[in-house]
Nanobody, 127 residues
Framework: QLQLVESGGGLVQPGGSLNLSCAAA????????IGWFRQAPGKEREGVSC????????NYADSVKGRLTISRDNAKNTVYLQMNSLKPEDTAVYYC????????????????????WGQGTQVTVSS
């Protein structure tokens, strides 16, 4: 059974950092695109970043470019999201998702392009 498990969320002050992890079981990440999404209270889920199966292609939402970095370690079957210079507006539940769409595609940030989802991890940025 395929399972994605996020971890690494928490409470951090503005300007701080967090490193989220997405560990996979039941699927070999070498063959799928991984996306990170977030959903804040009262808002729609939005795509934050994605990484191709090889790690050679990445994409980011404009709101996080230069602050977030996605990476993957296929040997550990894990994808990471390094989050720096965090802002209060980054507060949300962060989800990782796996799919077979192209990370370089125009619709990489659409949740419908992903087939498997984790349960989410809460990130709160507050002083």
């Amino acid at each position: 059974q395929l399972q994605l498990v996020e971890s690494g969320g928490g409470l951090v002050q503005p300007g701080g950092s967090l490193n989220l992890s997405c560990a996979a079981a039941g699927i070999i990440l070498d063959y799928v695109v991984i996306g990170w999404f977030r959903q804040a209270p009262g808002k729609e889920r939005e795509g934050v970043s994605c990484i191709s199966s090889s790690g050679g292609s990445t994409n980011y939402a404009d709101s996080v470019k230069g602050r977030l970095t996605i990476s993957r370690d296929n040997a550990k079957n894990t994808v990471y999201l390094q989050m720096n210079s965090l802002k209060p507006e980054d507060t949300a539940v962060y989800y990782c998702a796996a799919g077979y769409y192209y990370c370089s595609g125009r619709r990489w940030d659409q949740s419908g392009k992903y087939d498997y989802w984790g349960q989410g991890t809460q990130v709160t940025v507050s002083s």
